[in-house]
Nanobody
Framework: QVQLVESGGGLVQAGGSLRLSCAASGRTFSIYIMGWFRQAPGKEREFLTAIRLSSGLTSYADSVKGRFTISRDNANNTVYLQINSLKPDDTAVYYC????????????WGQGTRVTVSS
């Protein structure tokens, strides 16, 4: 099985930056894609960005293009999310997820890390 642990969240003023981490352990060799999601109070979980671990190919939701950057460190089984120019609307719990094969659904989730952006 795969376990995911997010870290790096906190309280930040609008305009600031954060770097979130998602560390994978267990059967990491089975992971094909890792992605970042967030869930704000009263809203459904939304997709932000994803990366294919083998090739480094990335994708981004339109809402975060230009401000969010996903990267990977395969040697340490870790994926990062760099968030710049934070806005109050970015306030949410941020989750990482993993899919274990091409076209597979995200089947493993971390516990989440909370990001709060003040104005």
């Amino acid at each position: 099985q795969v376990q995911l642990v997010e870290s790096g969240g906190g309280l930040v003023q609008a305009g600031g930056s954060l770097r979130l981490s998602c560390a994978a352990s267990g059967r990491t060799f089975s992971i094909y894609i890792m992605g970042w999601f967030r869930q704000a109070p009263g809203k459904e979980r939304e997709f932000l960005t994803a990366i294919r671990l083998s090739s480094g190919l990335t994708s981004y939701a339109d809402s975060v293009k230009g401000r969010f950057t996903i990267s990977r460190d395969n040697a340490n089984n870790t994926v990062y999310l760099q968030i710049n120019s934070l806005k109050p609307d970015d306030t949410a719990v941020y989750y990482c997820g993993a899919a274990t094969g091409p076209g597979a659904e995200y089947d493993t989730w971390g516990q989440g890390t909370r990001v709060t952006v003040s104005s």
